[in-house]
């Protein structure tokens, strides 16, 4: 009966812990337009590269999601557990083949991007 009680106990713990482990604390935002005649069947496995290839390997990764809008508008946002992680994972992202391709292919001058926090 011990037994039984320590596993119900420790599996309820583990429960309680769950959330704040998948709990997003920074939340990031990037907007962008495609270069004209770029279409959304052409870059739509460019951003599937860099999130495979690079973002979902950084460290406070919890989850990345992308849209598209009108006239070439994207939208991409993405859950990290903490603004340093946010961060290394913003100042490694050029390093990454995948990286020159989605960026050759945006008009990085409406390129806006923004981080909020959760409290």
Do not use: C
């Not at 052409?42 to 809008?69: C, N, Y």
Request: proline residues 3%; glycine residues 6%; without cysteine.
């Amino acid at each position: 009966m011990m037994k039984k009680l320590s596993k119900m106990i420790f599996g309820l713990s583990v429960l309680a812990v769950m959330p704040a482990m998948t709990y997003a604390e920074v939340i990031e935002i990037a907007t962008f337009k495609l270069k004209d005649g770029v279409s959304y069947q052409q870059f739509a496995p460019l951003d599937k590269a860099v999130e495979t290839e690079h973002v979902v390997k950084q460290p406070g990764f919890i989850s990345r999601e992308a849209a598209k809008g009108q006239n070439g508008e994207w939208l991409v946002v993405v859950h990290w557990e903490s603004e340093e992680a946010a961060e290394a994972s913003m100042k490694s992202f050029m390093n990454v083949k995948a990286a020159g391709d989605f960026m050759s292919h945006i008009d990085a001058s409406t390129m806006n991007m923004k981080n909020y926090t959760k409290e």
